[in-house]
């Protein structure tokens, strides 16, 4: 039997491939349990999914896992993501590091509870000498908020004589957000048939493919992983240009 990414082009595999991990509580409502059932389940497809990229060579792999949006949900349920937070990434140094995959985080996490903070450091020292993919968790992050402090930092340094009006470009702007050390993401996967970015990653995703499924999170596996990237291989992208196949704009 073939393996299910057979019929994947290993020369055309996105280099940054970002995920909108939702439905966690709908899945959970299923099955007739609180939402933050679905969260704890919804660990085993984060491993498969990074475990998959890792393995077909995807080099950057980004988790939307805690938008500055979801403070406002019940007491409850935030209690219980931050402690299933802290414990996870403890957890889950092992195999970062049995896969080669560094973690990184992106968002304002001086934001998050003191105990998931100090987790989350130790976890990315831990795992700072690995050399493979690099999976970074978007937490306390929005897109908006990324591109204000951004463009603060900037006007600061303009104040300050640093920089002029006429130094800053798409470049310098790119290379003052939090995602600087990484591209744009060539493709981005949301679970559950949402058709929403929801204030993720705004700026990168000028050029984003976007792939949509009806399977909710806790259910996605590297063969839902693998059907992404083979619609992401049948995508035309042009950039706003003509492909030089083709006479049609």
Request: glycine share 6%.
């Amino acid at each position: 039997m073939e393996p299910a990414n057979a019929s994947l082009n290993p020369e055309n595999i996105p280099q940054h491939i970002a995920v909108i991990m939702d439905g966690n509580g709908r899945w959970a409502q299923k099955q007739g349990a609180e939402r933050l059932f679905g969260h704890r389940n919804a660990i085993t497809a984060v491993r498969d999914t990074a475990e998959g990229c890792a393995e077909l060579g995807v080099k950057f792999l980004t988790l939307y896992a805690f938008s500055t949006e979801n403070w406002g949900r019940p007491k409850q349920e935030v209690d219980g993501l931050m402690e299933l937070l802290v414990h996870t990434i403890s957890a889950e140094i092992g195999t970062l590091n049995k896969n080669n995959i560094r973690l990184a985080t992106i968002g304002n996490t001086a934001g998050l509870p003191v105990t998931c903070q100090a987790e989350l450091q130790a976890a990315i020292a831990e795992t700072s000498v690995n050399t493979g993919m690099t999976l970074t968790l978007a937490l306390n992050y929005s897109g908006r908020w990324d591109i204000l402090t951004t463009t603060q930092k900037l006007m600061q340094l303009a104040t300050k004589g640093e920089m002029q009006a006429s130094d800053l470009t798409e470049e310098v702007f790119s290379q003052h957000l939090q995602t600087a050390f990484m591209p744009d993401p060539e493709l981005l996967i949301r679970t559950s048939g949402e058709f929403r970015i929801s204030n993720f990653l705004l700026w990168e995703m000028a050029y984003t493919e976007i792939h949509i499924t009806e399977v909710l999170w806790p259910d996605f596996n590297k063969v839902e992983l693998y059907e992404a990237i083979k619609d992401y291989q049948q995508r035309d992208r042009r950039f706003g240009k003509v492909n030089s196949n083709t006479s049609n704009s």
